[in-house]
């Protein structure tokens, strides 16, 4: 079975900090890959999708990046933190099958505040 | 843009209450259609989901129906139990240039069910 990991869990940095959080899947080869934040009051925000190594689209601009150096490797960066990045991020896959049909499945997410 | 408008929460309801919680959304093409819940402390999970007009998705006593017309998706369970108190978000997909499904999601409805 798939399993997605995610960490860490929480995590508080200050203004100005560097940021890395990394997301990997197991079970799978070649997923699509996936970065939302939830903010607090809104919805889900998609940051970053992948559909394979090194292959990165930014949704939104923004203060943060993302990299795929292995296949089911996912890691979102930054290089110095805003206030504004705080939020929960959660990593995302679903199978490499093109379609808007596909379930996205959900890692347990990353509580991220920047003070 | 993609975008979708969830009726704003929280909901409380009695247990055995009828739920309905209002979705409806505004999308280029023809999207699919998603209910993503969050249990307590648990992660992002796929409800149901439909992919095309008066499709309708159901699961665990739920049902949306795909209405393009009104484009909304409304969810609803004829009766509700405690243990559907939960997170519940609306989304719609469309697929990227790269083949890959792209979820924009709505604020998320908070609902407690009580005893």
């Known amino acids: 079975s798939q399993t997605i990991h995610q960490w860490p869990a929480t995590l508080v940095q200050p203004v100005g900090s560097p940021l890395s959080l990394e997301c990997t899947v197991e079970?799978?080869?070649?997923?699509?890959l996936y970065w939302y934040r939830q903010a607090a009051g809104r919805g889900l925000q998609l940051l970053f999708y992948?559909?394979?190594?090194?292959?990165i689209s930014s949704e939104v601009p923004q203060n943060l990046s993302a990299s795929r150096p292995q296949d089911r490797q996912f890691i979102l960066s930054s290089k110095k933190l805003l206030l504004s990045d705080s939020g929960f991020y959660l990593c995302?896959?679903?199978?490499?099958?093109?379609?808007?049909?596909?379930?996205?499945?959900f890692g347990p997410g990353t509580r991220l505040t920047v003070l | 843009g993609n975008s979708v408008t969830q009726m704003e929460g929280p909901v409380t309801l009695s247990e055995e209450a009828f739920l309905t919680i209002n979705c409806t959304y505004t999308?280029?093409?023809?999207?699919?259609l998603f209910w993503y819940v969050q249990y307590p402390g648990e992660g992002l999970q796929l409800l149901l989901k439909?992919?095309?007009?008066?499709d309708k998705g159901s699961n665990k006593g739920f049902e949306a129906t795909y209405r393009k017309e009104t484009t909304s998706f409304h969810l609803e369970k004829g009766s509700v139990q405690v243990s559907d108190s939960a997170v519940y978000f609306c989304?719609?997909?469309?697929?990227?240039?790269?083949?890959?499904?792209?979820?924009?999601f709505g604020t998320g409805t908070r609902l407690t069910i009580i005893p």
């Open positions: 439909a992919t095309k007009a008066d």
């Open positions: 999308a280029t093409g023809y999207p699919s």
């Open positions: 079970g799978t080869s070649n997923p699509n």
């Open positions: 989304a719609l997909s469309t697929i990227s240039n790269f083949g890959n499904e792209k979820l924009t």
């Open positions: 995302a896959w679903s199978v490499n099958i093109p379609s808007s049909y596909n379930e996205q499945f």
């Open positions: 992948s559909v394979g190594i090194g292959q």
